[in-house]
């Protein structure tokens, strides 16, 4: 860069033009002309401060060519400015240089060149399972010993596992962030700013709901990393799009997990349902999770305020509507809720404790059948697959013989196999999509295990809060109540995180005596 600087020195000192600036930009793309050192130039050229502008080349001014022709054609001129182009021979007070126009579309070229082989390095990196994101995540910084690793940042960390801790106790995105600014932690930017030595932001300790949730959503603090989340459609065209899912590519354990699996999936399926308060601010811990066992519609919680105290709260199905909607009524008060789900989850927790092994058998039985009958399907499907691949083979083959023998047109061979090779390439996505499949039918034993853990966890649970609902409960089903012996009655069913509905056999095995320890 100096010895450009004293090129440029040298011409303007030789030739007479006084009063020189310099405007240099580093690590941007020639294709790029929203960069710093441009811009700034161009806003004295438009004050008309600018009477020459020198370059050592073309290509230092940029490589796009179409907006270079305007830039020499059109702009310039419009501003009586003289543009000179040292090594390239081209001085617009010497009128046009017919070899210009050329030099641009080769400076274009020579762009849409690199960044073919960038894009080529980058997939390959990718495909490779490397990191190509250049900084990591809030929570990661890069391994000193190895750049292409990440390793955990334990003061940043600890927001994260904070910000999904408050999740799971039911907090959305705008009151975590209100709770962070309150309690004056540093934001991301300003986190990132003083571990870098960079010029701290104005706000420190703002939140914004958007970062938050930006937090929730990334996969990559349970340890796996995840590629080609955005891409670009071209190379003039800079506006990152999101990649479809299937596109991605995943890795797991790839660096040092910040939360656990589990806990990530739970918040996933807690973020999904939106939980608002009530027109009075009420909220309760079960919103979200009661679902009607007739429409499959949520209950959406109700409050009083004619009653000092809540035991009127209730929830009713979404789809009633007073006896005018789709559904029939599907009623229960809030605090009969929590006391019966209270004390399911107590009678559920001892029995897991106390019968572990009877259970986790129980569990992976239960579902065995059916997911059987799955497996068997998906296998049969990828052997489908196979065999299609292997047909499609044999029918491009027997094209490119009947090409070359001249039985088929070049035109009709090339229409066919591409037909071909599309549905080959759409076959080979599905097979491996298949292939995963098969091999993640083991994750039901993971399951169980997981939710042994929380068993272990709130072994002595005496109450409910939303943290400890929102962990163990994935929903709760309410029927229609039935008249039985002249009272009503509302049967109510509990699904756990991760095995679903725990049926509690009515002939337990028997309770261990003082000197056996549980299994």
């Known amino acids: 860069m100096s010895s450009q600087k004293s090129l440029l020195s040298k011409y303007a000192t030789e030739h007479g033009f006084r009063n020189p600036m310099f405007f240099v930009d580093d690590g941007f793309s020639g294709t790029n002309f929203q960069r710093p050192g441009f811009q700034e130039m161009m806003k004295y050229v438009e004050d008309y401060s600018v009477s020459t502008l020198i370059v050592k080349d073309l290509s230092r001014l940029g490589r796009e060519y179409s907006y270079m022709g305007r830039l020499q054609d059109f702009i310039f001129p419009a501003y009586d400015v003289r543009f000179i182009a040292i090594n390239d021979d081209v001085d617009s007070a010497k009128g046009e240089n017919d070899f210009a126009v050329f030099k641009n579309v080769f400076n274009d070229y020579y762009a849409k060149d690199t960044s073919k082989k960038i894009r080529a390095v980058v997939k390959m990196r990718g495909e490779a399972g490397e990191h190509i994101a250049s900084n990591p995540p809030y929570g990661y910084v890069k391994d000193p010993q190895n750049k292409k690793k990440w390793i955990v940042d334990e003061e940043s960390a600890k927001v994260v596992r904070r910000i999904f801790d408050l999740c799971i106790a039911g907090k959305g995105p705008m009151q975590i962030a209100k709770i962070l600014t309150a309690d004056r932690v540093l934001t991301v930017t300003a986190y990132n700013a003083r571990q870098k030595g960079w010029a701290m932001p104005d706000n420190l300790y703002r939140w914004c709901a958007k970062s938050v949730a930006g937090i929730l959503e990334r996969p990559e603090y349970t340890g796996c990393t995840v590629n080609f989340k955005t891409y670009t459609k071209s190379l003039k065209f800079k506006k990152r799009m999101e990649n479809p899912k299937e596109n991605r590519r995943v890795f797991k354990d790839t660096q040092p997990a910040i ?3 589990g806990q990530w999936e739970r918040v996933q399926t807690l973020r999904a349902n939106k ?8 909220t309760s811990i079960f919103s979200g999770l009661v679902y009607c066992a007739d429409c499959g519609a949520k209950l959406y919680y109700c409050t009083c305020n004619t009653y000092k105290d809540e035991s009127q709260d209730h929830f009713v199905c979404s789809n009633y509507k007073s006896n005018t909607g789709s ?23 001892t029995y897991v404790r106390l019968f572990r092994d009877d259970f986790t058998q129980e569990m992976l039985a239960q579902d065995e059948a059916s997911r059987k009958a799955e497996l068997t399907q998906k296998r049969k499907s990828l052997s489908g697959a196979q065999k299609r691949m292997e047909d499609l083979d044999r029918i491009i083959q027997r094209l490119y013989e009947d090409s070359v023998l001249g039985k088929l047109s070049d035109f009709r061979f090339q229409k066919l196999s591409a037909q071909y090779e599309t549905e080959q390439a759409e076959i080979q996505r599905l097979a491996v999509s298949l292939e995963r499949e098969i091999e993640n039918e083991a994750g039901q034993i993971a399951d169980v295990g997981r939710f042994l853990q929380l068993a272990d966890r709130y072994s002595d ?19 229609s109540p039935e008249k039985i012996s002249g009272k009503k009655h509302v049967t109510i069913e509990v699904y756990f ?9 009515l002939a337990k095995p028997e309770l261990l005596t003082d000197t056996e320890k549980p299994a």
């Open 259 to 261: 939360i656990e699996r």
């Open 275 to 282: 939980r608002r308060p009530t027109k009075t601010g009420k």
């Open 327 to 349: 559904c029939q009524i599907h009623y229960i008060r809030e605090v009969t809720l929590y006391r019966r789900v209270l004390e399911c989850i107590q009678g559920t927790l």
């Open 461 to 479: 649970l005496q109450e409910l809060d939303a943290a400890t609902v929102n962990e163990l409960i994935e929903k709760i089903v309410v029927h």
């Open 497 to 505: 995180t991760y095995v679903g509905k725990i049926r509690i056999p």
